[in-house]
């Protein structure tokens, strides 16, 4: 590749054929935003949760980093395949597909390995919110980032980000205005009694 190539190309291309999905319109602004260079993931180690299309976890490996790829075992198939068919083959050890449902099976990864946590409109249904917010914490140590876009659509999107404060230090990073989707970042938050 020469300097100044975008390894991205191809993935851009995927991105504008698919931006008109409304659902995935959250891992587009936060794959754009990652392609920025404003977070670095080269040699990071990056899990992404509730991977759906996995488009976020193959922009996260283009970029350098190693991706645990997550989501439910119903959807494990299909993300494999995009994984598979999308993720140029020389990349492929660095892209790794898991079982992951939210606040169980937790001790199958290991507590505060990953450097980044990303998710892409993962905040939707409210009674995942408890199960969301332990698996967030499980993963996390004190030097992880979790990114987390979404539209905030309901007074429920509100109650998670609330119930994320209360855990987290959270602040916005990037509105798309176009597509009315945030981008929050958010990492532990220590308090007197925490040192």
Known sequence: MRAGDSPLLPVRLFIELLAKNSCILEAVVLCSYLETGAIDLRERSVIELGA????????ATLLGAHVTIT???SALEFLESN???NLPSEHHPRAVVKELTWGRNLENFSPG???FILGADIIYLEETFVDLLET???LCSEHTTILLSCRIRYERDQNFLKMLKGHFS????????SK???IFKAQRS??????
Not at 52 to 59: K, P
Not at 170 to 177: A, F, G, R, S
Not at 190 to 195: A, P, S
Request: glycine residues 8%; proline residues 0%; negative net charge.
């Open 52 to 59: 759906g299309t996995g488009l976020l976890g193959i922009v």
């Open 71 to 73: 989501d439910r075992a």
């Open 83 to 85: 994984i598979q068919d």
């Open 113 to 115: 390995k990953f450097d």
């Open 136 to 138: 967030l914490e499980y």
């Open 170 to 177: 959270v602040h916005e990073v990037h509105y798309d205005t």
């Open 180 to 182: 009315d989707v945030h």
């Open 190 to 195: 220590f308090h007197k009694e925490d040192l």
